[in-house]
């Protein structure tokens, strides 16, 4: 059994640490109100008992919470009140300073909740420790001075999630679409030095990098490109390519066109091959200032090409991207795995979908690399466009920012759709299962409690959006005077990039498989419970809409990507209403609309159900069906693929992708538990137990993440059954 410490360390629970507390509290009294050695014996077997009936690491608060009531319940009074007076005075000094703690915590990685906060971040690098202690600072900094009491009481409960408060003290925003076009075709300034529109391939997938590096260390959230905005820079280096093999065959006396051309192209895929490494290669070793690579997205959208010619060349480059994600990248053993980063999105539309359209080798192409590495995650451009409608009634298709943030449609002052160069603000997530279990299961009183919570909701957001209000131009000249989201002069501020719907702020929920489970004693996939859970949705976006027009900003509904929130929300929710089955039996709680990981039901099943939550989820949400190892089975993954197509708006196939460094296992690693209790990663083969010397790729919440996750969170990819 585990212990949570104040600093966040997870440690063996040792109850000799209880009983000498009570020890110290029964001293103080007289001898006549002092336990006996049988009572302070019984004491710790209870505790011991209470904290072990929790099925999950207790935290100190919990311990001491139980501590007092068995001693009250001795009728030992006195000692209750030694044992609570010295409790509070404890606390008094912590108040004091505890960011002190926290930092030492992280530098000897001890902190079990910081330390796996990130899957994709490796908490024994000095990069990630220097990040993590300036959260720390921030974090201290935005509870004492920047937010409301009443927003860090709610958050520390597990009412709210107030998200990335450890980069709130800085005017940094979350995520965004790079205008990356613009940045190629126009220019634009790295590090003081300006970069010139590039004059072939290869050099504009070099200042792709060099720019998707930079973003990422001004901001906290993901960020998207297009490979479109590469596209036309493939003719440019044809055009010099076919040039010099013509001068180099005229000098043999050979001028024959077709020979040329042929010469030409093979050199010119040669290029493509090396600009597409580069792009890979670069935002896998990157390391940005806040210690990770890049979060990236890749989108492969053949749609957007301006002309035939350009869609041809964005075809050869999604191919060699694909066939580049299948092989995958080294590891320092030397075999070839599954890298997190960069994320690929690849559009499925009429020219792609079907046996016999002009692109579907591509389609087959991207449903083996899917098979294979978990990625592309796929957009359908029928129901995009269904769905993304702008004030001309116009429909979009366009990748999300990261792993699922969308962006509401958008019409500029000339009338014409925008979507690259824009940004979402922040997130605050409602935690939907505490709305329910503090109604008692009364609907009046969940409604009424709803409005509540929204309302505090809405009150964080407006930090958020605050913080960010007055920012000037100069504290990212890469994003807000280069081109990535803007070209705004030296000393203005961004405020008019925060209203009218140019950037977004997203209200995020999780739990509604669990706040509906409770209110009904139904899952939300029974049609007698599903209206419920709509209309708890649409109540949500409700208040978006009333707050847009309240405060002419994009309030957008947005299906949070859990990470390591799911496993503080299930503890926050276990600590005030103990364990509930099937609502808080679990060390983590539901990512946004999701069906149950348990839950049996079909893939086709799960993506029709899930589909009418899409929709009610603007702001941003990812559907998953998770499948078995598929690299045998490519006709099921397109029929999947093509009933995405179909049916639903954004989704990905969840596969395994490991490998043991010890003996070379390369099947799927379990997840098993210790004689603690705690859940750790084992190779079946060898039982290699070393996370270190293993390599585990599992879809998290949207991404994939490489480099471990909390018990929560493991607990959750433990419990996933297969949908296919």
Known sequence: MKIIKRNGAEVAFDVSKIENAIRKANNEVS?????????????????????????????????????????????????????????????????????????????????????????NKNPTVNSVQRDYMAGEVSKDLTRRILLSPEIVEAHDEGLI???????????????????LEDMLQNGTVIS??????????????????QIIAQVASNQYGGQSISLTHLAPF?????????????DELKDLGITDEKKIAKIAEKRLKAEIAKGIQTIQYQVVTLLTTNGQAPFVTVFMYLGEARSERERADLALIIEETLNQRIRGVKNESGVWVTPAFPKLIYVLEEDNIREGSKYWYLTQLAAKCTAKRMVPDYISEKMMLKYKIDKNGEGHCYTCMGCRSFLTPYV??????????????????????????????????????FDERLELCYRALMFRHNRLKGTISDAAPILWQYGALARLKKGETIDKLLYGGYSTISLGYAGLYECVKYMTGKSHTDDEAKP???????????????????????????GTPLESTTYKFAKCLQKRFGVIPGVTDKNYITNSYHVHVSEPIDAFTKLKFESEFQQLSPGGAISYVEV???????????????????????AELNTKSDYCQVCGYDGEIQIVEDEDGKLVWECPHCHNRDQTKMNVARRTCGYIGTQFWNQGRTQEIRDRVLHL
């Open 532 to 558: 419920f859970a709509l209309a708890v949705m649409q109540h949500m976006n409700d208040k978006c809409k009333e707050w847009k027009a309240k405060e002419n900003i994009d309030f957008s509904l947005y």
């Open 628 to 650: 078995p190892n598929m690299q045998n089975n490519i006709p099921a993954v397109l029929a999947v693929m093509q009933y995405i197509y179909d049916n639903i708006m954004y």
């Open 161 to 179: 999630h107030f998200h990335d408060a450890d980069y709130f003290a800085q005017h940094m925003h979350n995520c965004d679409l790079v205008n």
């Open 192 to 209: 003081g030095t300006f970069i010139e529109k590039p004059h072939s391939f290869s050099t504009a997938c070099n200042i792709a990098t």
């Open 31 to 119: 001898e006549d109100n002092r336990l006996s050695e049988d009572q302070i014996a019984l004491i710790c077997k209870k505790v011991t008992a209470l904290a072990g009936d929790l099925n999950r690491a207790v935290n100190v608060e919990e311990v001491q919470d139980f501590v007092e009531n068995q001693i009250m319940d001795q009728k030992a009074f006195a000692v209750a009140r030694k044992y609570i007076t010295y409790r509070y005075s404890r606390a008094l000094v912590r108040k004091a300073n505890t960011t002190d703690a926290q930092i030492l915590t992280l530098i000897e990685c001890n902190n079990e909740e910081v330390k796996q906060e990130n899957s």
């Open 412 to 449: 500029d002052e000339n009338g014409k759709p925008k979507y690259y160069g824009r940004f979402n603000q922040g997130v605050v997530t409602i935690n939907l299962v505490d709305v329910a279990l503090s109604s008692g299961g009364d609907e009046g009183r969940f409604w009424k409690i």
């Open 234 to 246: 493939v003719d440019v280096s044809r055009q010099k390519i076919r040039a010099d093999v013509a």
